[in-house]
């Protein structure tokens, strides 16, 4: 990468996902520090103008952080007149609680978070991918080999999560209830540290996380017992950005900013694999071999296709069906109208503008 085009955050804390994760052991953010205003030259020499600081929280992984990285890499953010100040997050939940105390404009979440947009804490306006990340990884002395075997014994998950997703439907395909497991509500550095220091039997957690316990254990000593792939495609798994709904209210015009950026982001990647998982692990310092590898669980969509599925319902009944699994776990009373969370227009105009 080009020393005059590398990304310019101010005070940039830089450190490995594991690093956090396993010495920090939360899943608050970390934020770095910007400006709330960046004045750039307009075409006109003797005039300026001034950027719209749009807040996004993103998730240290090639999923997460990958359109971030692209977005100001290659000047798209600046071409939509917006700054970008990123504050990175490990999980879903967290970010929601930023929107809600007015600290965090816009976020990428994983499926399982999904539930918290449901209940109007937040607004999906892009579909990022389709996951097949999350996993139920059992230690090979706990003597766990199905989802059956999974009774009576201590498995570790982050409640909120596409991890505690995944276990609820294993558990469910052989009849077993919550109750049956000693489910011990961990975030995600304890998930982690947990299992390699073998404190649970099992844990449901995602990739990159899986990659890690992989490498701290062995893989000759870990058993997948279940992954996304099992309940496809009955249920198919999303990655999302949503937006805070009074952001949203109050700035639609540089929403759909932020989303022209990201459109040009998200196809750029799609063709510069390499230079993406390069640049990216420039700026999480995440090792390229791991963002990689992380590539074999995500299914990334083209812009034009995430914008037919925006407009012709496929999205509207990803989602829907989504919520069918956080009303069996209670996290919602009941499935509502996808468009009351969805919102397509802003993706299908930025999509338009792009185009001519």
Known sequence: ?????????????????MSATLLNGCTTSTKEAASNTTVTKATSKTETKELSEVRVGYIPDI???????????????KEAGIKVTPT????????????AAGELDIAYIGPGA?????????????VASLSKSDKLLATKSSGIKSWADLKGKTVGVPKGTSGEMILNLGLEKVGLK????????????????????????????WSP?????????GKDNILVVGDNEQFYPEYVFPASWVVNPTFL???????????????????????????????????????EDSLRSQLKDIEWIESSKIAAYLQDGTAKKWYENLQHLFVKSEKLKEVVPAEQFLVSDLFNNAINKLVK
């Not at 080009?2 to 490995?16: E, G, H």
């Not at 999923?63 to 953010?77: D, T």
């Not at 015009?253 to 420039?282: C, G, H, M, P, R």
């Open 1 to 17: 990468m080009k020393k005059n085009k590398r990304i310019k955050w101010t005070s940039l804390l830089v450190i490995t996902v």
């Open 63 to 77: 999923n997460g952080a990958a359109p971030i990285v692209i977005g100001e890499e290659k000047g798209f953010f």
């Open 88 to 99: 990175k997050f490990l999980s879903g939940p967290p970010e929601f609680q930023a929107m």
């Open 114 to 126: 999904t539930f918290l947009a449901a209940q109007g804490k937040g607004k999906i306006i892009a």
């Open 178 to 205: 919550p109750s049956d497991v000693n489910i011990i509500n961990l975030e995600v550095a304890g998930a982690v540290s947990s299992f390699i220091a073998n404190k649970v039997d099992a844990v449901a957690i």
């Open 209 to 217: 996380y899986t990659a890690e316990i992989e490498k701290h254990v």
């Open 249 to 287: 209210e109050k700035k639609p015009e540089v929403v759909e900013q932020f989303l022209q950026a990201w459109i040009a982001s998200n196809d750029y990647k799609l063709k510069n694999i390499e230079e993406t998982i390069t640049l990216t692990a420039a700026f999480t310092q995440v090792p």
